[in-house]
């Protein structure tokens, strides 16, 4: 073995054994995030009343936004996540890599039942902000928010390291809006897509994890830097809407935080606020999982461990 062989050997065994260690640290860090979201927004007192002030906001919308997050919250259903995770599937087999396609499949659907199994039959929202029909079902996790982020995780698993830009594009711009999106249309509060966030970075830290263990990920070492400019602004551009939506969403809480929960100015800075801290922390939530797979891909088992 030549000493520049050598070289990228080394590199890409201490890159796999620190993409380990942030797959479990992420995988403990979003259960112990979606446990405390739960707790402060759904099991106390203001937490329901802060966010059921924002669903009340939710109904001064301008009837056109609202229609158009609607159509958009109606691309996920039972139908479209199945072709989803056939595309997936079929993404993993054509590369050759039969337990690829069952871990893409796997963050999809498995997403989802995590997600179902959560909101109605382990999680309850006791009625503590005395409010009655809707507003006391309990509606975290939110299943659409799942299902957007597990898919825009799973393509990011299965796909080839020189494709992933691309997918990264289509993906998580659309994945990102959805969580906004059923803020919009007073489908779900802001704990409820944040919560989702944390089932799908689970489930795909899950995923890696598996993948990682049954040696199918390689290490891909430097890489010729100008083919992947575009995908570094790409990734800054995401970064600095999501630092933006956060900071929007920080000045409508402050704004609103003096201020008396029953009126409707209130009502309408505390939805602006869940819109924007829905699409940050789903920005987030996917900055961090794509920075997991950074310089990394799936391979079959007797594949180089390290390419170039």
């Known amino acids: 073995m030549t000493r520049s062989r050598k070289l990228v050997v080394v590199a890409g065994d201490r890159r796999l054994r620190g993409a380990r260690f942030k797959w479990a640290a992420v995988l403990v860090f979003a259960l112990l995030f979606g446990a405390a979201v739960y707790l402060l927004a759904v099991r106390t007192t203001t937490g329901q009343r802060l966010e059921d002030a924002a669903l ?3 109904d001064q919308v301008d009837p056109e936004l609202h ?3 609607l159509e ?7 139908t479209s996540q199945l072709g989803a995770a056939f595309v997936v599937a079929l993404i993993g087999l054509l590369r050759r890599q039969v337990l690829l396609a069952v871990a893409g499949v796997g963050v999809i659907l498995g ?3 995590v997600t179902q199994v959560l909101k109605y039959h382990l999680l309850t929202r006791p009625d503590l ?7 006391a079902d309990n509606t975290l996790p939110s299943g659409h928010t799942t299902a957007a982020m597990c898919l825009l995780f799973a393509t990011l698993i ?3 390291y020189r494709f992933r830009g691309v997918a990264m594009f289509v993906t998580l711009t659309w994945a990102v ?12 509060r802001l704990s409820d897509t944040l919560a989702a966030n944390a089932v799908a970075l689970v489930v795909a830290s899950t995923a890696s994890l598996l993948l990682a263990r049954t040696g199918r990920i390689r290490a891909v070492v430097s890489p010729e830097p100008h083919r992947y400019t575009l995908r570094t602004i790409f990734v800054v551009l995401v970064g600095v809407v999501g630092a933006a939506s956060l900071a929007l969403g920080v000045v409508q809480t402050v704004l609103a935080a003096s201020a008396h929960l029953n009126d409707e100015p209130t009502a309408w800075r505390l939805f602006l606020s869940s819109q924007w801290l829905a ?3 789903s920005i987030a939530a996917a900055l961090l999982f794509w920075w997991t797979w950074y310089r990394l891909e799936t391979k079959r088992r007797h594949d180089p461990v390290s390419s170039r």
């Open 111 to 113: 997403g989802q039942a």
């Open 158 to 160: 299965v796909m080839p």
């Open 72 to 78: 958009a919250f109606h691309t996920i259903s039972v």
């Open 56 to 58: 009340r906001g939710s």
């Open 67 to 69: 229609r158009v997050a």
């Open 177 to 188: 809006g959805i969580g906004a999106y059923t803020v919009i249309i007073g489908a779900h």
């Open 129 to 135: 902000a005395a409010t009655d029909g809707g507003f």
């Open 279 to 281: 699409a940050a922390g």
